[in-house]
């Protein structure tokens, strides 16, 4: 697969906007700030497809990315505490209203900082996908962030801070060194090669 190919498609403001499915979707989430826009841009190894931001809550549209056999979707970040309760809601719209709608849903990247404990958003998120029965993949951000002993720490307790842990495919990532790029990669390309029928 030729990721650089990659292409901006559009962006919404409201779930009911969103236009029908196309093509076989893969989706990425997590909490405002954890990386969602680096890790985007370095699987795609492009600097700036996704605009990447200091300031959390920057991404407060569902923003849609093509690929030949493959659609990219980049959900807002959820959690941020700094916004009104009015924005919390349109986001919570944009992303509820995205993953509960009849779409070809083949993956999500549920994202989550490596550093922390999953924030109460993030174990709300595990139960909808689990419950709605949506495949989805944890990645770890900022990995460079921690040394060996810091990491290994970090990881025995995820196992019992996310529900479903030894079910659940975990992915650690860093921006700096690469590690995770190839692995999710070679997901999005196994799916990609999957024959694709329109129902």
Known sequence: MQFQQVKFSASYGISAQIPPCQSREIAFVGRS???KSTLINKIFQRKNLARVSSVPGKTATINFYDLPSLTIVDLPGYGYAKVAKSEKARWSDLILGYLAADRDICLIFLLIDIRHAPSKNDLQMI???VESELPFVIVLTKADKLNQTERTER???FETEI????QIRIIPFSAVTRE???EIQSILEEIAEEPYSEE
């Open 33 to 35: 700030n954890v990386g």
């Open 155 to 157: 990881l025995q307790a």
């Open 180 to 182: 995770g790029v190839t």
């Open 127 to 129: 139960d909808f996908l």
């Open 163 to 166: 529900p479903y842990y030894s």
